[in-house]
């Protein structure tokens, strides 16, 4: 089936001038601010498992589906998420993205029992699914013909590395400090 050719798809021959610094910078730091959404929490709730276990006082074997129902939704649904992204387009799915994602931490920090934390962690695989499948498309749609577009790049996956590296003791200290719910909150202000 072929995908009909829009002005958002096809990447466009934009000279830097062209465009304000606005239009090209502004997107790219809400694509890393959805990136860091992503990495924090996908680190974090490793970190917190134990707590969130004593916490709803169950068994390890119940909680790790907070972990496993989260990986299941973003590696099954990543490919439909490129594929919605080129029939509908990659910007308002990416937007959406960050706003299914920022609703349902808010839900999971505020989830009632291991069960509600397990759906809303559903509901967050969701949202990530479109931060990730998304925003490296939309860095190259912005910057395909840029010069600056292996500076745009790299600053991605800086952001996914420098956040993977301090994921683990912003969510140990998050925990140590406060409840395992602000791990999950704490993306309320990023996102």
């Not at 709803?56 to 909680?63: D, I």
């Not at 939704?73 to 990659?90: E, H, P, Q």
């Not at 301090?166 to 395992?180: E, N």
Request: glycine content about 8%; overall charge positive.
């Amino acid at each position: 089936m072929a995908i009909p050719l829009n002005s958002e798809l096809v990447p466009q021959k934009f000279s830097d001038s062209e465009r304000s610094p606005s239009q090209i910078w502004l997107p790219l730091l809400s694509i890393a601010l959805g990136l860091i959404m992503f990495t924090l929490d996908s680190s974090t709730v490793n970190i917190a498992l134990p707590t969130i276990t004593k916490a709803f006082n169950t068994h390890l074997a119940v909680s790790q589906w907070v972990i496993i129902s989260y990986l299941i939704v973003v590696t099954t649904l990543i490919f439909s998420a490129a594929r919605l992204g080129n029939m509908l387009g990659r910007r308002k799915l990416f937007q959406t993205g960050l706003i299914l994602f920022t609703i349902s931490s808010l839900l999971c920090g505020l989830a009632p029992g291991i069960i509600w934390l397990i759906g809303f962690r559903v509901l967050q695989g969701c949202g990530a699914v479109l931060i990730v499948g998304l925003g490296m498309a939309i860095i190259t749609d912005l910057f395909a013909h840029s010069p600056q577009y292996g500076l745009a790049l790299n600053l991605a996956v800086m952001t996914l590395s420098v956040t993977s590296v301090l994921s683990p003791a912003i969510g140990g200290l998050l925990v140590t400090l406060g409840d395992w719910r602000a791990i999950f909150l704490i993306n309320l202000p990023i996102g």
